[in-house]
């Protein structure tokens, strides 16, 4: 079950080690995910299976094999988002504290590079990362970079592709 970042439960270290945590976007995709999977795509993969059986001898059959193969990939992603969504602490937007807001899990930023170029960045666990969507890992270099700094810091994050200097302008 899912619960609030800004709660107080002190389980202990042992269970701090299990919480998992999502954006509230996140929370509920993977929700969404797991229920299409557990309500229709289980079923889609019996029924594969069903008809690789009536084809005939399943021990030569490459159609029972791969049924069988997928039905052991939806079975591993259901018992991955079942454990994802069970840990899952849901991050809330980012609070003003003395003033300012700085950049923590959950807060999307509103960035400009030394060359002017502008960019959205949503700073979430690596469990949710995305960079296509413009989620970004806070273990990734840019992620861990921008963690803790506030509007209007400049931040110097090396990558592969080189260093870059980003501007905060917004957090939200």
């Known amino acids: 079950m899912a619960t609030n970042a ?3 439960s002190h389980a202990g270290r042992a269970n701090e080690a299990e919480r998992i945590p999502l954006t ?39 159609a029972y094999e791969d049924a069988k193969n997928l039905q052991a990939m939806v079975e591993g992603e259901i018992q991955e988002l079942q454990h994802l969504l069970e840990h899952a602490v849901i991050l809330e937007a980012p609070k003003q504290v003395g003033g300012k807001r700085s950049v ?26 995305n960079s296509a969507t413009g989620k970004l890992s806070d273990q990734s270099p840019v992620g861990r ?3 803790g700094h506030a509007v209007g810091d400049k931040v110097e994050v090396t990558t592969p592709g080189g260093t870059v200097v980003y501007t905060i302008k917004d957090i939200h």
């Not at 923590?104 to 666990?125: C, M, N, P, Q, Y």
Request: aromatic share 6%; hydrophobic share 30%.
């Open 104 to 129: 923590r899990l959950g807060a999307s930023i509103d960035v400009e590079t030394d060359r002017g170029t502008s960019r959205t960045f949503t700073l979430v666990s690596s469990a949710e990362a």
């Open 145 to 147: 970079a921008l963690m």
């Open 24 to 62: 509230r976007e996140g929370y509920e995709e993977n929700k969404a995910r797991l229920t299409y999977l557990v309500t229709e795509r289980r079923q889609q993969v019996a029924d594969y299976i069903h008809e690789a059986k009536e084809a005939g001898d399943i021990s030569e059959s490459s």
């Open 6 to 8: 800004s709660g107080n």
